[in-house]
């Protein structure tokens, strides 16, 4: 399978399928062009003495320093190397050829000046499987993701570390030359070039956003076990409540519940017994309705981020326009947008762990037992599920603990030439955050709906049973107690191998 990367049409799917698997990536013949006449047209206005910032100058404050042209390639070596100021683990492996692929895409624009040689180094990277060594913290998201960046094209120029499928971390120098390609000079504005954008923001945030669309989905189907188990009421989801306030995520969850349910022997429509449900069962569609109206958000406008020229300077080729006072390097609509997804996730983890804590409370569980205890075990000698909602009460908490939004964090840079910067990578994170953490308190409610599921005796409606019968493929129900952790971890597995 091959993807050729054009600047334009680079999409979440793409990038998750070439960042997790083995996409061979390639330019379009008209990129090649572009980024062939954009190189050739920086090499010109070079030649004419045109003052181009990174280039002609010096980088950040030191932009009034002048670099004449025997030093552009030392200097272009150095900002790769003194930018390379990262701390902490690395990134994911597949995070790093995230960020890879969209910064490749980035350049294939044809209006970063970028050399043909150092672009299809960085393809070679991506194609050979080489995976440089990035630590994860470092940049504030302005004038680009500049540490981490740098750390990605560190192998391009002998230095850094990297891994090859299968190896250790070892020299960067090595596992570049594994690749067997001549090494790249690294001239003009390569260097600069390579790393002055948005691409661990976005690496990371596009991951997270396409995780997230999964996850939206999947929370909908446990909610309706859950719905289930506890004999829901219907109409909180019918079509006409639904269109009574028309937000499009709404619309659309309500239409799921109602074909996860479709069949049920347990939900039903209001009854003298039960007119009304609590919030965390009525208003599924209000809550996961907006998470799935904020991921849509979200996912729009990182496809944007990643088809756009993310960089400074910029040129023109159909006019010879260039300018180096672009911001485009700022990543603060993506920090927003990640900012406003990792807070509607954490919505969505605080209501599963709300009708997780009702499945467990014998008083509003509908006539299940406490702790959800198998009618075989002693109740006291065993605890059932008590601690599993205290994990995902724990995991609430620490999704609330990192609620402040990251991209309204700026503190000055750069001897204050840089006086506003978005921390977009920390949203990223945040975002990543959450939706990890997200799946587990999904996965733990689904735990619990599944015994209650064998405590009523109920077979789940039609659309349901392959999430229940994957978690009974690998979590058989619990008559007496056992090792919790193992059955969290082996059923939030399961539930990734469910279509939704």
């Known amino acids: 399978m091959s993807l050729l990367l054009d600047g334009q049409s680079l999409t979440l799917q793409a990038v998750a399928q070439a960042a997790r698997g083995t996409i061979t990536v390639g330019l379009s013949d008209a990129a090649r062009q572009r980024v062939a006449d954009c190189h050739a047209l920086l090499q010109s206005m070079?030649?004419?003495?045109?003052?181009?910032?990174?280039?002609?100058?010096?980088?950040?404050?030191?932009?009034?320093?002048?670099?004449?042209?025997?030093?552009?390639?030392?200097?272009?070596?150095?900002?790769?190397?003194?930018?390379?100021?990262?701390?902490?683990?690395?990134?994911?492996?597949?995070?790093?050829?995230?960020?890879?692929?969209?910064?490749a895409n980035v350049l294939a624009s044809g209006l970063t000046g970028v050399s043909m040689a150092s672009l299809e180094a960085l393809l070679a990277m991506l194609?050979?499987?080489?995976?440089?060594?990035?630590?994860?913290?470092?940049?504030?998201?302005?004038?680009?993701?500049?540490?981490?960046?740098?750390?990605?094209?560190?192998?391009?120029?002998?230095?850094?570390?990297?891994?090859?499928?299968g190896s250790d971390w070892m020299p960067g120098a090595k596992a570049f030359a594994s690749l067997g390609i001549p090494a790249p000079a690294v001239a003009g504005r390569d260097g600069i070039a390579?790393?002055?954008?948005?691409?661990?923001?976005?690496?990371?945030?596009?991951?997270?956003?396409?995780?997230?669309?999964?996850?939206?989905?999947?929370?909908?189907?446990?909610?309706?076990?859950?719905?289930?188990?506890?004999?829901?009421?219907?109409?909180?989801?019918?079509?006409?409540?639904?269109?009574?306030?028309p937000h499009p995520g709404q619309i659309a969850t309500s239409e799921a519940l109602r074909h996860y349910t479709a069949g049920s022997q347990a939900v039903l429509p209001p009854r003298p017994s039960r007119l009304r449900d609590g919030l965390s069962l009525r208003c599924i569609p209000q809550v996961l309705g907006a998470s799935r109206d904020a991921v849509e958000h979200a996912a729009a406008t990182l496809e944007i981020e990643i088809n756009a020229v993310n960089d400074n300077p910029i040129f023109g080729l159909a006019d010879g326009f260039v300018t180096s006072n672009s911001g485009n390097f700022h990543g603060q609509r993506a920090g927003e947008m990640l900012d406003m997804l990792a807070t509607s996730i954490s919505s969505l983890a605080v209501i599963s762990e709300r009708r997780a804590a009702r499945l467990v409370d014998e008083k509003n569980?509908?006539?299940?037992?406490?702790?959800?205890?198998?009618?075989?075990?002693?109740?006291?000698?065993?605890?059932?599920?008590?601690?599993?909602?205290?994990?995902?009460?724990?995991?609430?908490?620490?999704?609330?603990?990192?609620?402040?939004?990251?991209?309204?964090?700026?503190?000055?840079?750069?001897?204050?030439?840089?006086?506003?910067?978005?921390?977009?990578?920390?949203?990223?994170?945040?975002a990543a955050f959450a939706v990890d953490t997200a799946e587990t308190i999904v996965a733990i409610e689904a735990l619990l709906a599944a015994q209650a599921y064998d405590l009523r005796g109920l077979t789940p409606a039609p659309a349901l049973r392959p999430f229940y019968a994957a978690i009974r493929a690998r979590v058989p129900c619990m008559v007496e107690d056992r090792e919790m952790g193992e059955d969290i971890n082996a059923c939030r597995a399961a539930l990734r191998d469910v279509p939704v």
């Open 365 to 430: 569980s509908a006539g299940l037992p406490p702790f959800l205890i198998h009618h075989q075990a002693r109740p006291g000698e065993n605890s059932g599920f008590m601690i599993a909602q205290y994990t995902a009460a724990s995991l609430v908490a620490e999704l609330r603990m990192r609620s402040v939004p990251a991209s309204l964090q700026s503190v000055p840079t750069c001897a204050n030439t840089e006086d506003h910067v978005p921390m977009s990578p920390l949203a990223a994170e945040r």
């Open 46 to 103: 070079i030649a004419d003495g045109t003052p181009i910032y990174g280039v002609t100058t010096g980088f950040g404050a030191l932009d009034g320093k002048k670099v004449p042209p025997e030093g552009n390639r030392a200097q272009q070596h150095n900002l790769l190397k003194s930018h390379a100021a990262g701390i902490g683990a690395p990134m994911r492996d597949d995070e790093t050829r995230a960020m890879m692929l969209i910064r």
């Open 194 to 245: 390579l790393i002055n954008g948005t691409e661990q923001t976005t690496g990371i945030g596009v991951l997270a956003a396409y995780d997230a669309r999964r996850l939206v989905r999947l929370a909908e189907a446990v909610a309706a076990m859950s719905l289930e188990v506890l004999g829901g009421v219907s109409d909180a989801f019918d079509e006409r409540v639904a269109l009574a306030k």
């Open 127 to 165: 194609n050979g499987g080489l995976v440089p060594h990035v630590p994860r913290r470092g940049s504030v998201g302005a004038c680009g993701d500049l540490a981490p960046l740098a750390h990605m094209v560190l192998p391009m120029i002998g230095f850094g570390r990297a891994k090859l499928p």
